[in-house]
């Protein structure tokens, strides 16, 4: 049940950001819930393997190289997904920061309800 809240959060978070940022769209909340569901497949399958093959350079770079996989993991979910569309890797950047932070604070609040 917490998987489903969570995706649901993920998707509301998605068209939230779609409308605010100028370079990402988002055709509907269904395609919204594919993007949520998407992008978490995507995090725990490929993302572990570029983080272990660019463990060199994220470590010159103090883990900021993260930011750049994460990146990756939007335009990755952006070629996946007909509905969702973010058109370049700076768009992506940000809407990659901005979804975690929304994330942490809708989370933060599930976590609170379940106490």
Known sequence: ???IVRVLLT?????LL???????????FTSAIVVAI???LLNVFVKPILVILTLP?????LGLFLLVIN?????LADNFIDGFTVTGFWVALLFSL???FVQSILFSVLKEDVR
């Open 98 to 100: 901005l979804l975690s």
């Open 38 to 40: 998407v992008i978490g």
């Open 11 to 15: 998707a509301i978070a998605v068209v």
């Open 1 to 3: 049940m917490n998987l």
């Open 71 to 75: 990146a990756g993991i939007i335009l």
């Open 18 to 28: 779609a409308k605010l940022l100028p370079g990402v769209a988002v055709e509907g």
């Open 57 to 61: 350079i994220t470590v010159v770079t």
